[in-house]
């Protein structure tokens, strides 16, 4: 039986050779199949929607790849009031989102938390528990993941960003702390929480042998979701600000993204998978070849156009001048152009989290 048919047999009994035998298999389109039919069989074919509410872009972090980081002094700084966080939510929640993301920049302390947990009620207050909501807002101490767990959130997206601690050091100050950030994901699933989080492909210093350890990292810590994009340089960063960034090597950077999905899918079975945004920072197609390669998440963002180039964390973000109904008819001509239809108005929870 070839590799690609035991993978989708049996889920989870990858050695680690065998892992990255699969993401660098050699005909990457037979590999993209493969998950696809996981995904098919798995969860049918249909994409499951977030709108995407980026609310502020202070932060209190200095990750060394990402545009939004506390030094760099280029970004207009924004922080939406929760009125108006409110109303985006009201309008995906209209539309038939059926879920809603809340991310922003990492900022701590109780003003925060407050903030934070007054407009998650308000949010309850209206969708109640038919309406999905994600928040994205970093690490916390888990009396404060609590305290927004009870006021109405149900999944938590923090991304780990690589399961190598010396990588991770190598792209963050000496205090962001690797174990911290896998402890928060702990608290989280203690908390309730349907747990996500993921890495970025295509990190400088990466290998295969680190992408398979991040997939057998997703097994180990039992993630409910997995969100991964590929590494995109940002001009205004010190990891970003001379690298190369040739046509070829995003190419290969989008393959890359791809394999990860693939292989996470072919690895896991039924979590569920983002075609992330900077897919699409990379292809004009790239979230559609995400699902073909076996995601089944699309967040589309319905922040205010205004907002939006604000709110770059890598070079290139797409949909910068669209505004939220644009960008919902254009997805939904896509999706269709692929033949998976959306689950409009419904959940879509993890179907690990419901086997759990
Ligand atoms: N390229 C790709 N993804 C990035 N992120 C931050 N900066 C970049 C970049 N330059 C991702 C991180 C973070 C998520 C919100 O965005 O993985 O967790
Ligand atoms: Fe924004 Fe297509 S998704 S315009």
């Not at 292809?283 to 589309?300: F, Q, T, Y």
């Not at 109904?325 to 409009?344: F, K």
Request: charged letters at 25%; glycine letters at 8%; proline letters at 3%.
């Amino acid at each position: 039986m070839s590799l690609l048919n035991k993978a989708a047999v049996v889920p989870r009994a990858l050695t680690h050779r065998e892992l990255v035998e699969l993401l660098t298999w050699p005909d990457a389109d037979a590999l993209f199949a493969a998950a696809y039919e996981v995904k098919c069989r798995e969860i049918g074919r249909f994409v499951s929607f977030r709108g995407l509410v980026e609310f502020g872009n202070i932060c209190e972090k200095d990750c060394y790849y990402c545009g939004i980081r506390k030094s760099n002094g280029n970004v207009h700084r924004y922080r939406m009031d929760a009125d108006e966080i409110v109303r985006e939510a009201e309008w995906a929640f209209k539309e038939g989102y059926g879920s809603l993301v809340l991310q922003s920049g990492e900022l701590t302390g109780e003003a925060n938390a407050t903030f934070v947990e007054n407009v998650l009620r308000r949010i309850h207050a209206f969708g109640g528990d038919d309406f999905g909501v994600t928040i994205s807002l970093g690490e916390q101490n888990e009396e404060t993941y609590r305290r927004w767990r009870e006021a109405g959130a149900h999944r938590y997206l923090l991304r780990i960003e690589t399961s190598n601690p010396e990588l991770y050091a190598k792209l963050h100050p000496a205090d962001h702390s690797w174990e911290r950030r896998r402890d928060s994901l702990r608290a989280l699933r203690r908390c309730g929480y349907q747990v996500g989080s993921g890495v970025m492909s295509g990190l400088p210093g990466q290998t295969a042998d680190d992408l398979a350890a991040d997939i057998e990292f997703f097994a180990a810590e039992d993630l409910d979701m997995i969100g991964m994009g590929p590494y995109i340089p940002h001009a205004e960063t010190p990891l970003g600000k001379d690298a190369l960034w040739t046509s070829e090597l995003r190419k290969q950077r989008l393959e890359l993204g791809l394999r990860m999905i693939a292989v996470t899918r072919l690895y896991l079975h039924d979590v569920n998978i983002a075609a992330a945004t900077a897919l699409q920072a990379l292809d004009p197609e790239g979230r559609e070849k995400g699902l073909l390669a076996g995601a089944n998440v699309i967040m589309p963002n319905v922040t205010e156009t205004r907002y939006r180039a604000d709110y770059q964390l890598y070079a290139g973000k797409p949909c910068l001048n669209e505004n939220s109904a644009l960008c919902r008819g254009c997805l939904e001509r896509r999706i269709a152009a692929i033949g998976e239809t959306i689950l409009w108005n419904r959940r879509g929870d993890s179907l690990h989290w419901r086997r759990r």
